[in-house]
């Protein structure tokens, strides 16, 4: 009789303990593919996030990524580049096709504004160009910002 109880109590203490861990790692995903741009070429070093988890990845040369999230639960994956805008996919299930096209955002990128300061040198001497805008060429373009 005490080898069936030391039999049962063995039994149930096997049970809580991998019934209790078992499902935390089932709920891991592990999800990949490649990012492309809205030409179809590579993207290489963008950044992939999931929200609310701490896990991301980038994407290599060849635009291929992999990441795994520990429990899931419908995460989602913001990939991130810039000048592209930002794309959420959820992660679900394991997948390793997944196919990422960044769109590209043509307000960030249409424009490239350098600025410098050169002191003590004549404008004439100077090797770079150089042009002045007047604040009223500025008021009508909308302000932009890198996010």
Do not use: H
């Not at 990128?109 to 160009?129: D, F, H, L, Q, Y």
């Amino acid at each position: 009789m005490k080898t069936w109880r030391l039999s049962v109590a063995a039994a149930t203490l096997f049970v809580c303990i991998f019934g209790t861990f078992v499902p935390a790692f089932a709920q891991e995903v592990v999800v990949s593919g490649s990012v492309l741009d809205d030409r179809g070429k590579a993207v290489a070093g963008v950044s992939i996030k999931a929200k609310g988890v701490s896990a991301g990845a980038f994407s290599d040369s060849k635009g291929l990524w992999r990441v795994r999230i520990p429990n899931a639960n419908g995460a989602t994956l913001v990939f991130s580049y810039i000048g592209f805008k930002p794309f959420e996919l959820k992660a679900t299930e394991n997948k390793s096709d997944i196919v990422v096209r960044l769109e590209e955002d043509v307000l960030k990128t249409s424009e490239i504004v350098v600025t410098g300061v050169a002191r003590g040198v004549k404008r004439a001497v100077v090797p770079n160009a150089v042009g002045t805008i007047s604040a009223k060429e500025l008021l009508p373009a909308p302000a932009q910002t890198v996010d």
